[in-house]
């Protein structure tokens, strides 16, 4: 039953929807509990060339390198946050894009969430016990041949973070709600080894979320919100 406060203001019940108890039984509702494995469907896993709007772009071809990335999830008194990082300008892959801590898949890692913490304490030094993994999105092959598997995880309030230079530039959150607006999630189009690629892109503040990460992004939403 909503409260009567609810039920006058759409605005504050829209609001309810990203605090802590709506958001957590959206994310159990929405995300895959076991990690993708084997009998999945992951000869056309989820990627920048579903977005091709002539349906010409081919997916990059198996064997493809698998990587995992965090998507920290925060609650703070305004409501949830993302947990976002600035690439170091020097690397040589990727820099200065707006990410999420993670990379590619060690042989010693048992999964994609040792992998997701793994990175994320390389990264930003976020402490592994900091972190409780809620699920999983869809795979996401990007453009260079990466499948990369996001695990949703809530990060503890109180955690300390420190980014490594080598790496990181930037830590930043964004308010869940804001990314959470479909209205945001823009497709923008470049010329790229000579045909136009096509890939979501989410303006926050001074900072474009594009490529990969806008796509995972959009895929949270997919999930959870729509």
């Known amino acids: 039953m909503k409260r009567p406060d609810e039920a006058a203001d759409p605005g504050r019940r829209a609001d ?27 000869a056309n896993p989820r990627g920048d060339h579903d977005l091709d709007p002539g349906g010409l772009a081919m997916a990059p071809a198996a064997p493809h390198r698998h990587a995992a990335v965090l998507v920290p999830i925060l609650d703070r008194p305004e409501g949830m946050s993302v947990l976002l990082t600035k690439r170091a300008a020097h690397l040589r892959d990727h820099s200065g894009q707006i990410a999420f801590p993670g990379g590619k898949v060690d042989p010693g890692d048992v999964s994609p969430i040792d992998t997701a913490l793994r ?90 979320i594009w490529g990969v990460t806008a796509g995972i992004v959009h895929n949270l939403y997919e999930r959870l919100y729509a």
């Not at 309810?16 to 992951?42: I, K, N, W």
């Not at 470049?190 to 001074?206: L, V």
């Open 119 to 208: 990175e994320a304490r390389e990264e930003i030094a976020l402490p592994s016990e900091a972190v409780r993994p809620l699920g999983f999105l869809d795979p996401y092959l990007s453009a260079t041949g990466f499948l990369v598997v996001p695990v949703v995880g809530l990060v503890a309030g109180d955690a300390v973070l420190t980014p490594n230079p080598e790496e990181v530039a930037l830590v930043f959150e964004a308010p869940l709600a804001g990314l959470m607006d479909p209205a945001r999630h823009l497709v923008r189009s470049r010329a790229w080894q000579g045909r136009t690629r096509y890939f979501y892109a989410i303006p926050h503040g001074e900072h474009l």
């Open 16 to 42: 309810a929807e990203f605090r802590r108890p709506a958001f957590l039984a959206r994310a159990q509702a929405g995300l895959a509990r076991l990690p993708p494995g084997p009998g999945d469907p992951l």
